[in-house]
């Protein structure tokens, strides 16, 4: 008896036997995606259990943000794209979360979202969405296969424009319909070699004339400063940026997510010395990393006004829009590469004691030192400073591989980049460009999975953790090597602080918009699903579970009870507030 499948699909006969979701996952397979994060159900579960079965490893979520994320972040430390497997409509509209956090960071992603009947679309079907439109904003292509045909190809194209050029987010459109259909073995297998092994497009270099103008500019300088951010680190430039900078002994500045690719404890890490840094030095080489918001626009007062930049970034357009005294368009290694090549003929350094390195590093130590006496003190109930310095010893006494950190929360987070140290490249992923809350466990989930020999330490508020505490059972039920330290002041950002006048009005007996349920055991929900839950309010206490935790490396929640009223509202970005 013909199925409602078949009467819908004139292609399916006695002989054949690939469907669209075994497709699917035998595409996936065959282009070397080795991971896939996601939620299942209608109409995706086969693509899930299919490419299981055809060798990529499927880590099953709660949500389809928190897999977003995870897809998005893991594409950033492999430099494959990461790939996010949802439902149709609502499935897709989560996904949106991990999609747009992949385009706004420049990270590769394939988002793969089921969607309805083709017949039905437009008269009200299950989870009926425009996803093609939905997706738009957020990607470089988005791509949806109208017959079985056209699984593998467009595949393969999604899979490699994600890391083209500028990396980024692309969209695969499955409809039900399309999943259903079949084709036999033989039709699958050519269908498979044909798309197989398109060459990916290479990243030019930029002109030579170019590169010597940097250079010159950076040669002639009086006060020169290497900039670098997440894009480099995504380009493994550590090398070529360790070279240049030792070469030429320029001080260097990393974003939030480009330390570590020098160690912070670098003598020329201008970290601790960043106003100075960025506002006396006269001409700056940045690469991979915009001169947005976290980089105060490029512009006076926080940088001198004359500043000359000289920009690399993988991104024409965005070179264009800052308009920089010289412009490297390509690949910050590579770019990086030919400026040591055009040094390495006439090299020059600045010397430990030219003036504006001895300033520099007499800033950073005497910033530093200041940091030492709020760090000596033991101040219980804890503060931010007292159980950041307990970790951040706990994390190097681990040494190499050194853990990854993921980072979030307003005051939890800005005070985890000034006093947590990083040494290795591609280490820290925190809130980014977006300063999106809600990242923390599936980036997590992304680090433990893309760099299995490395423990993962996530430093959260209780606010940022609320986000994606489900996916603890996720650590559980993969047995993943993640400690999150829960820094609990009850709210975001703590306590109640309104004024007498603000608590007015019919609903003032209602808990402040900040505040959480005080003390909120938040280590149970680990012990629910077998994990191991701490809760701990002291130095001795919290420095047995790190030592605890790390070396067991099992999932473990630590949740550090914090003064309510420690910190401070939106955290050092009250002028927005
Ligand atoms: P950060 O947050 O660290 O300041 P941004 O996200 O603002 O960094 O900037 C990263 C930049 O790196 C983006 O403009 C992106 O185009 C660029 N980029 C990405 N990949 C590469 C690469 N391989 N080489 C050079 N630049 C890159």
């Not at 928190?66 to 790939?83: H, K, Q």
Request: charged content about 20%; overall charge neutral; hydrophobic content about 40%.
């Amino acid at each position: 008896m013909a199925t409602e499948t078949d009467t819908k699909n004139p292609t399916t006969t006695e002989s054949a036997v690939v469907d669209g979701s075994a497709l699917a996952g035998r595409a996936l397979a065959a282009a070397g995606v080795s991971h896939m994060f996601g939620v299942v159900g209608i109409p995706v579960t086969a693509v899930a259990t299919r490419a299981v079965a055809a060798g990529v490893r499927f880590i099953a979520f709660h949500n389809e943000q928190s897999a977003g994320y995870a897809a998005s972040a893991y594409g950033y430390l492999t430099g494959r794209p990461g790939v996010l497997l949802t439902v149709s409509g609502p499935g897709c509209v989560h996904g949106l979360a991990g999609l747009s956090n992949a385009w706004i960071n420049t990270w590769p992603m394939v988002m793969i979202s089921g969607s309805c009947d083709q017949a039905d679309f437009g008269k009200g079907d299950f989870q009926e969405l425009d996803q093609i439109a939905a997706v738009k904003p957020f990607v470089k292509v988005a791509l949806k296969a109208t017959s079985i045909s056209e699984i593998p190809r467009i595949v393969q194209t999604a899979l490699v424009t994600a890391v083209a050029g500028r990396p980024g987010g692309c969209y695969i459109d499955l409809p039900t319909d399309v999943l259903h259909q079949t084709i036999s073995e033989s039709e699958a297998s050519s269908l498979l070699s044909e798309a197989a092994n398109p060459i990916p497009p290479q990243i030019p270099d930029p002109e030579i004339t170019e590169v010597e103008k940097a250079v010159s500019l950076l040669r002639h300088a009086q006060r020169p400063l290497i900039v670098f951010g997440k894009g480099a680190a995504y380009a493994r430039a550590e090398g070529a940026v360790t070279k240049l900078v030792e070469t030429t002994g320029i001080p260097f500045l990393p974003t939030p997510m480009g330390k570590g690719l020098l160690p912070d404890t670098h003598e020329l890490a201008a970290t601790a010395a960043r106003s100075l840094a960025i506002g006396k030095c006269d001409v700056a080489l940045v690469v991979g990393a915009r001169l947005n918001w976290l980089l105060h626009f490029g512009e006076a007062p926080r940088w001198s006004k004359d500043v000359k930049f000289i920009l690399v970034d993988v991104s024409k357009g965005e070179i264009e829009l800052r308009k920089p005294q010289v412009g490297l368009v390509g690949d910050a290694k590579r770019v990086l590469d030919l400026i040591n090549r055009e040094i390495k003929d006439d090299p020059f350094c600045i010397g430990r004691t030219h003036p504006w390195v001895e300033s520099i590093r007499k800033k950073a130590m005497d910033n530093a030192a200041k940091m030492d006496v709020q760090l000596a003190k033991e101040v219980v109930p804890f503060n931010f400073f007292t159980p950041m310095k307990i970790i951040r010893d706990a994390i190097s006494a681990q040494g190499s591989p050194a853990p990854i950190l993921v980072s979030e929360g307003a005051n939890t987070m800005d005070v985890g980049r000034a006093v947590l140290v990083q040494r290795e490249p591609r280490t820290r992923l925190d809130a980014g460009t977006w300063g999106t809350m809600g990242v923390g466990l599936g980036y997590c989930i992304a680090a433990a999975t893309a760099d299995p020999d490395r423990l993962v330490v996530a430093v959260e508020g209780d606010s940022g953790f609320g986000f994606s505490a489900m996916e603890v059972e996720t650590l559980v039920r993969y047995q993943l090597p993640v400690v999150v330290i829960v820094f609990n002041n009850g709210g975001v950002y703590g306590g109640d602080r309104r004024t007498p006048e603000e608590i007015t009005g019919p609903h003032k007996g209602d808990p402040a918009p900040t505040s959480f349920v005080p003390g909120a055991a938040y280590h149970t929900l680990m012990e629910a699903f077998g994990g191991k839950g701490y809760c701990v309010s002291t130095t001795d206490k919290l420095k047995s579970a790190l030592s605890e935790s790390f070396s067991a490396r099992k999932p473990a929640v630590i949740n550090v009870i914090i003064d309510p009223y420690a910190g401070a509202e939106s955290g050092r970005m009250q002028h927005k507030n």
